[in-house]
């Protein structure tokens, strides 16, 4: 699936990835020591904002999902 805005499309085929090999093989072996893709999410996520404010999509009442709900960039 793409991303709501093209430019971000690969950074979230990248997340994605990220996130599915994190998860298969730490968490689920039970190792949640840590996310190592938080950093790529958060660049996905700038990209998206961004991509929302230039289509003008209209957001309000939104809550934004991810690390620590850090949705300030």
Do not use: H
Not at 40 to 61: L, N, S
């Amino acid at each position: 699936m793409n991303s709501v805005g093209e430019a971000c499309t690969d950074l979230k085929r990248e997340y994605d990835q990220c996130f599915n090999r994190w998860f298969a093989e730490k968490f689920l072996k039970g190792d949640r020591s840590g996310d190592p893709c938080t950093e790529t999410f958060r660049k996905y996520q700038r990209c998206v904002q961004k991509a929302i404010k230039e289509k003008d999509i209209p957001i309000d009442g939104v809550e934004f999902m991810g690390p620590n709900k850090d949705n300030s960039t």
